[in-house]
T-cell receptor, first 112, second 115 residues
Framework: NAGVTQTPKFQVLKTGQSMTLQCAQDMNHEYMSWYRQDPGMGLRLIHYSVGAGITDQGEVPNGYNVSRSTTEDFPLRLLSAAPSQTSVYFC???????????FGDGTRLSIL | GESVGLHLPTLSVQEGDNSIINCAYSNSASDYFIWYKQESGKGPQFIIDIRSNMDKRQGQRVTVLLNKTVKHLSLQIAATQPGDSAVYFCAENRNSGAGSYQLTFGKGTKLSVIP
C-alpha cells in the first residue's frame, strides 16, 4: 500500500510550456484533490474530484485543468506555465469529502 | 473574507513541556476541523480531527479542543519531543453548497522543540 504517489518530485519549466503532474492512490479513495503551497499562504485548493468522471473547481483553479478517468489517478495539467505558478503542489485523497485526507509528498515546480 | 488563521506563527518549547497551538476560524457553518503536521520536504500528515458536535477529542499525546462560541480551535501536545518539531496547520472543512466540501487551511505555526 503506497498511499498517495506524486510524480515528478521536482520540475523546472520555461514560461509557456505545458506539463502534467501525476497523482495516483491505491487506497480506493473516492475523493481526490490538488493543492498548491506558497510561502506564508498555507495550502490552497486548486481542483477536486468526488469520484471518477466528476471534477470541480477549488479556490485557485485558473491556469489548471484536471480529469478523473479512473478512481486511482487524478492528473493536474498546466496548459501554459507562468512564473506565478511556481509553487509546491500536493495531491490528497480520502474515502469521502468530509474525512481526513492523505497527502503525497509534493511536486516542487519552478517556472522560469 | 472568511478564513482560517493561526494566532502565532512560531512557537518554541522545551522538550518535555506541553505545547498549545491555537487557531481561529470565522465560518460558523464549518462542521469539521482537522490538524495536520508537516515536516520539511514532506506532505501534511493527519494528526487528529474533531466534528462540530464535540468539544474535545483526545489521541495519543494530542488533544484538540473546539470552542464554537468564540470560533477557536487548539491543539495540545503533551510531553513535547524533538520529533514534534514541524509546522502545524489547522484546517476547516466547509460545506460549499450542494453537498460539496472544501478544505481550507490556515497559514501554519512552526513548532520548535528545544532539547
Amino acid at each position: 500500500n503506497a498511499g498517495v504517489t506524486q510524480t515528478p518530485k521536482f520540475q523546472v519549466l520555461k514560461t509557456g510550456q505545458s506539463m502534467t503532474l501525476q497523482c495516483a492512490q491505491d487506497m480506493n479513495h473516492e475523493y481526490m484533490s490538488w493543492y498548491r503551497q506558497d510561502p506564508g499562504m498555507g495550502l490552497r485548493l486548486i481542483h477536486y474530484s468526488v469520484g471518477a468522471g466528476i471534477t470541480d473547481q477549488g479556490e485557485v483553479p485558473n491556469g489548471y485543468n484536471v480529469s478523473r478517468s479512473t478512481t486511482e489517478d487524478f492528473p493536474l495539467r498546466l496548459l501554459s506555465a507562468a512564473p506565478s505558478q511556481t509553487s509546491v503542489y500536493f495531491c490528497a485523497s480520502s474515502y469521502q469529502q468530509n474525512q481526513p485526507q492523505h497527502f503525497g509528498d509534493g511536486t516542487r515546480l519552478s517556472i522560469l | 473574507g472568511e478564513s482560517v488563521g493561526l494566532h502565532l506563527p512560531t512557537l518554541s518549547v522545551q522538550e518535555g513541556d506541553n505545547s498549545i497551538i491555537n487557531c481561529a476560524y470565522s465560518n460558523s457553518a464549518s462542521d469539521y476541523f482537522i490538524w495536520y503536521k508537516q515536516e520539511s520536504g514532506k506532505g501534511p500528515q493527519f494528526i487528529i480531527d474533531i466534528r462540530s458536535n464535540m468539544d474535545k477529542r483526545q489521541g495519543q499525546r494530542v488533544t484538540v479542543l473546539l470552542n464554537k462560541t468564540v470560533k477557536h480551535l487548539s491543539l495540545q501536545i503533551a510531553a513535547t519531543q524533538p520529533g514534534d518539531s514541524a509546522v502545524y496547520f489547522c484546517a476547516e472543512n466547509r460545506n460549499s453548497g450542494a453537498g460539496s466540501y472544501q478544505l481550507t487551511f490556515g497559514k501554519g505555526t512552526k513548532l520548535s522543540v528545544i532539547p
